[in-house]
């Protein structure tokens, strides 16, 4: 399918891949989606276009749901080239925005889970609700925050769910339209356009800041990405790096977000010299890197 047949954006590229020309259709439709693709196969282009179709179609605002401020400003930066015309607002954490300070012209809210959550009493003035990384759903710690999001813009607005990871697609959508009283399209593929190249390594309990640092200086000079699962264990990985002579930001919730932001930029540029982050969940979740 081309996308020049899609009237109500402008994407930039030229054919929607196999899995998206699928759902394209149903964005005109009356009825919640729940997509749920493998990672780096265009959900967020399905996102961009169930948000184009409702911003020229209605006068209320749309909305997106993600659980990370980095994925949350990440997304801002690039609607606010795509959506020319449209105000993009972030509202969460460590944002400088609340909901009286929106304007008419804002019609694209970003919401962090629970700042949504917290701030929104009802969605009457949003038509169209997207939820990323939906999976978190069924989530140990975070599920009942957004479990509370869902049921509250279920009672007014279209919802869209993304997913990378999503193993209960149909039970989900089950849920979704008895909630919303909506019909609910669910859409899963297993496609991908790329082959990957996945290794493990067996990590001795205790020695996974020494296996980082190895495994790191073995690939030199690859873009790597060190996921820790607490501050305390990222800064010991740091200062083993810088033992080493390898040089290497850490990224977690604790930097000013323009700080984080800038560590993005030094990984994502090939000559920046930073080839490694250490990150905590901060960037775990649909941050493009």
Not at 58 to 73: D, E, G, K, W
Not at 155 to 178: C, H, Q, V, Y
Not at 197 to 226: G, M, P, S
Not at 259 to 265: F, I, L, P, Q, T
Request: hydrophobic share 35%.
């Amino acid at each position: 399918m081309r996308t020049e047949d899609f009237t109500y954006f402008k994407f930039p590229f030229y054919e929607f891949n196999p899995i998206q020309s699928k759902v394209i259709p149903l964005v005109e439709k009356e009825g919640n989606l729940i997509v749920s693709f493998k990672p780096g196969t265009g959900k967020t282009a399905i996102a961009e276009a169930c948000f184009a179709y409702h911003l020229k179609s209605s006068s209320q605002r749309v909305a997106y749901i993600c659980p990370f401020r980095a994925l949350a400003n990440q997304k801002a930066e690039s609607w606010k080239e795509k959506f020319h015309g449209y105000g993009v607002k972030v509202i969460s954490g460590d944002s400088s925005t609340s909901l009286s300070d929106l304007v008419e012209k804002d019609r694209i809210i970003i919401f962090t889970t629970e700042s949504f959550d917290m701030h929104i009493k009802n969605c009457n003035e949003y038509s169209c609700i997207c939820f990323d990384e939906a999976h978190l759903v069924g989530d140990s710690e975070r599920g009942k925050t957004y479990e509370s999001a869902v049921i509250k813009a279920a009672e007014t607005s279209r919802i869209i769910f993304l997913s990378g990871t999503l193993t209960n697609a149909k039970d989900l959508a089950k849920w979704i339209k008895i909630i919303s009283g909506k019909t609910t399209y669910c859409c899963e593929s297993q496609w991908t356009p790329n082959k990957f190249d996945i290794r493990y390594h067996y990590v001795e309990r205790y020695k996974e800041i020494e296996t980082a640092v190895k495994l790191v200086k073995e690939y030199q000079n690859t873009k790597t990405i060190i996921f820790v699962h607490s501050k305390l264990v990222g800064k010991s990985i740091m200062n083993e790096l810088k033992k080493n002579k390898i040089r290497a930001v850490f990224h977690n919730s604790t930097l000013p977000e323009g700080k984080r932001k800038r560590y993005e930029d030094l990984f994502e540029n090939i000559y920046s010299g930073i080839d490694v982050i250490v990150a905590t969940s901060t960037l775990a979740a649909g941050v493009n890197l």
